[in-house]
């Protein structure tokens, strides 16, 4: 489990940020500051790009144009305001703005990367950006706009802006003018110089912010997973063998043996297993492969973790500074592919889990699939629909990760007249994955409902951690006798889904489970 909301205070020195430490920030506003070494990293490639200056010999970014427009020499008395150019013509997105936990995961991740000290960028500026995290200063970004090419170029600017007194910002959930929300907090805005608006917004943190969330809610996701199955597999009188560690055991990848032993662990002291009728040798593959596809997704999981927590840590705008050596050298870190393909895997993962759970949902609301019982999970079936239609919404969600899932690293499309000609796409990969992700979890409450409300109508005892499960979903959602709203129960069942009361009860019951 990630155990953000503990982690109260973020220390940014470039190459430590964890997956854990964004989560803090983004979404439980934990305290950011910056290492005494990064502070010392920025000065002295800040003292290189003044260096640059005073020789006036071309640097790209620094007395040059961008993009098509690199070959243009700018002028000494220009070279700021060439900078504020820069963010005021590429803050062009559009759409709704990023949630404020992704704006909070940007302005952390940008912080970051600049605190490594190869961007030429004032500390000053540096700590705007974690002042505006402190005082929850939070820029208005687009969520679209972005090909993943120069990194995510316009929402970053949209970010930049709000550090110029431009733009808009959100503070104390009031949308106001970037300056207006800026002296609102105490702060007061910067006047970009040399290089500092390409450090700005030359970088993946669009994508690397929103890939972070739905990495996280997918983690939550694959270990509720494992839990709701278990639960199903109890109420459909489940077959034990298919767990066996000998069998895991002959093909071992990591996240197979670790799902297999999460059901064991959960069943264990069920008298619902193994009952199932006696001609039944093997249950079906929603059921008997459960280890075979949660555990594929975990080492999905685990992949894409390393490489955004790599990228976490990554210098990517450009050019980057050497200020020991003296030298300064364009090259492409700002290219979003490693994002885009880890991402658009990750997206893939999470609707596998949507995917066989909507089947499992189906085994139980389906008389000729269940094992006896009642059809819909409910007993005076026809004057009653019961949770016939919870497999539909199920159904909706799953097809509808079926279309998002569509790669979109695969794609690309030429721009700055064919300078940028192939990009990531990979801002759009990480919106998808975040939506599957929430998808997913939807799906997966669902199937939770049918469970609780199966296990009951089986008779019998379930294993004790299932015993304590049930119990905790009917302290919000009653026994199902007759139709009422169920969308009612399903906004209820969502809640709990997000909520940690139910992964708080596995460990404290099955304190293995991982």
């Not at 139709?483 to 209820?492: S, W």
């Amino acid at each position: 489990m990630l155990h953000s909301e503990g982690i109260s205070r973020v220390v940014l020195d470039g190459r430590s940020l964890t997956l854990e430490g964004v989560m803090a920030v983004a979404r439980y506003w934990a305290r950011v500051e910056i290492a005494p070494e990064a502070f010392a990293r920025m000065a002295s490639s800040r003292a290189q790009v003044e260096g640059i200056l005073e020789k006036a010999a071309p640097v790209y970014g620094i007395n040059t144009g961008f993009g098509a427009f690199s070959q243009v020499p700018i002028s000494q008395g220009l070279v700021d305001q060439l900078q504020a150019n820069l963010v005021k013509s590429h803050a062009v997105g559009c759409g709704e703005p990023l949630p404020e936990d992704s704006t909070r995961g940007m302005l952390l991740l940008r912080a970051n990367a600049l605190c490594q000290g190869h961007s030429g960028i004032r500390p000053q500026v540096v700590e705007l950006l974690v002042d505006m995290l402190n005082a929850g200063v939070h820029p208005v970004i687009p969520e679209q706009g972005s090909l993943g090419a120069s990194g995510d170029l316009a929402p970053l600017a949209h970010m930049a802006l709000v550090l110029m007194g431009g733009g808009e910002a959100f503070y104390e959930e009031v949308r106001m003018p970037g300056g207006k929300a800026l002296a609102a907090a105490g702060l007061k805005c910067v006047q970009l110089k040399a290089k500092e608006g390409l450090a700005l917004i030359n970088g993946t943190q669009m994508m690397g912010a929103v890939g972070a969330l739905a990495l996280a809610d997918t983690f939550r996701a694959a270990r509720l997973a494992d839990i709701t199955a278990s639960l199903s597999l109890e109420a459909l009188q489940g077959l034990s063998a298919a767990f066996d560690p000998r069998i895991h055991a002959l093909r071992p990848h990591q996240g197979q043996a670790l799902v297999a032993q999460n059901i064991l662990d959960l069943t264990k002291g069920s008298e619902l297993m193994d009952r199932a009728e006696p001609r039944r040798v093997q249950d079906a593959y929603s059921l008997r492969c459960i280890p075979q596809v949660h555990g594929a997704a975990r080492d999905a999981l685990r992949h894409v973790k390393q490489v955004l927590e790599t990228e976490f840590n990554a210098v990517t705008d450009n050019p980057l500074l050497f200020p020991e050596e003296g030298d300064v050298l364009s090259g492409g870190n700002f290219h979003g592919e490693p994002l885009a393909l880890a991402l658009d895997y990750l997206g893939m993962a999470a609707a596998e889990l949507a995917s066989i759970s909507e089947r499992r949902l189906e085994r139980m609301v389906n008389p000729q699939l269940s094992g006896g019982l009642p059809a819909f999970l409910v007993k005076d079936g026809g004057a009653n629909s019961g949770m016939m239609i919870i497999q539909y919404t199920a159904a909706a969600l799953v097809s509808e990760n079926k279309v998002l899932a569509h790669p979109a690293s695969v794609d690309s499309i030429p721009s700055s007249a064919n300078q940028e000609d192939h990009v990531s796409m990979g801002a759009h990969a990480a919106r998808k994955a975040r939506k599957i992700a929430g998808n997913t979890l939807s799906v997966l409450s669902l199937e939770l409902l049918a469970a609780a409300q199966a296990a009951e109508l089986r008779g019998g005892k379930p294993s004790p951690f299932h015993r304590e499960l049930i119990s905790l979903v009917r302290e919000r959602v009653p026994f199902l006798t007759e139709d009422r709203e169920l969308r009612l129960d399903i906004e209820a069942m969502g809640s709990i889904i997000r909520e940690n009361a139910i992964l708080d009860l596995t460990l404290r019951m099955a304190p293995a489970f991982s």
